[in-house]
């Protein structure tokens, strides 16, 4: 065999040993934990879904009242400094029907979506009551305030980077290792399924008085968890 033919194969098995034990050296002693922690959190927002509707023949008589209604509301909302106001959605549709397999136009439908969001639980319960004169409550919901949700998530990164220290420690301690050093770590959280709550008959409650009985406040609450997985790798194992 060549000499230097030889030389150049000698030095590619060095090489691939020196790489095989490197790998090994990464991998060895690698172990993989999770931790968790939660906090139930009472939901402090309560966001308010408004829908304004019209139909009829003439399509800019139906927009103009609409428009009305809208700003309206939108005016109406704004008086008060924390509420969060979003129009999600405006649309104009034509109505038919169907005679013979022939369609025939008979009008047009135009509504918009209205989103209000506050912490102001009792306000915006009673807002909800007085609108109802120029829009249909589509739906409430109660979530936790974006403040508040960091806040508690703060709160629980430091307890579950904690519980994960602790259990990193015992670990090691277990196999008779020496040390760890932490090889890689995700932070997620959660938080449990909201309830929409749906506004009993509220078309029918306006029509039958001039005001609207104002809703009693049940946000209830919402189980938050932050989850912590990562991977460790024991140090002085025997």
Do not use: C
Not at 29 to 58: F, P
Not at 155 to 177: E, N, S, V
């Amino acid at each position: 065999m060549n000499i230097r033919y030889s030389s150049y194969l000698y030095a590619i098995i060095l090489s691939v040993s020196g790489f095989n034990s490197m790998a090994e050296g990464l991998n060895y002693g690698v172990v993989e934990l999770t931790a968790d922690a939660k906090q139930v959190v009472a939901r402090d927002e309560m966001v308010l879904l408004l829908r304004i509707q019209q139909q009829g023949i003439n399509r800019q008589q139906v927009s103009s009242t609409v428009t009305n209604q809208l700003n309206q509301v939108l005016a109406s909302a704004r008086r008060h400094e924390d509420f969060n106001t979003t129009q999600l959605t405006r649309r104009v549709e034509p109505r038919f029907d169907y005679q013979k397999d022939k369609r025939i136009d008979n009008g047009w439908q135009d509504f918009a979506l209205i989103q209000i969001k506050s912490t102001n639980l009792s306000a915006l319960n009673r807002f909800a009551a007085e609108v109802q004169k120029v829009a249909a409550i589509e739906g409430i919901d109660y979530q936790v305030a974006d403040a508040t949700l960091q806040n508690n998530e703060a709160k629980l990164t430091q307890q579950a980077i904690a519980l994960f220290q602790q259990r990193a420690r015992q670990i090691t301690h277990d196999l008779g290792g020496h040390g760890y050093k932490v090889v890689n770590m995700s932070i997620g959280s959660s938080q449990s399924g909201r309830n929409y709550n749906a506004y009993a008959s509220p078309l029918m409650m306006s029509r039958a008085s001039n005001s609207a009985p104002v809703q009693d406040v049940a946000a209830g609450e919402t189980l938050l968890t932050l989850n912590i997985n990562g991977k460790i790798q024991v140090t002085g194992l025997p």
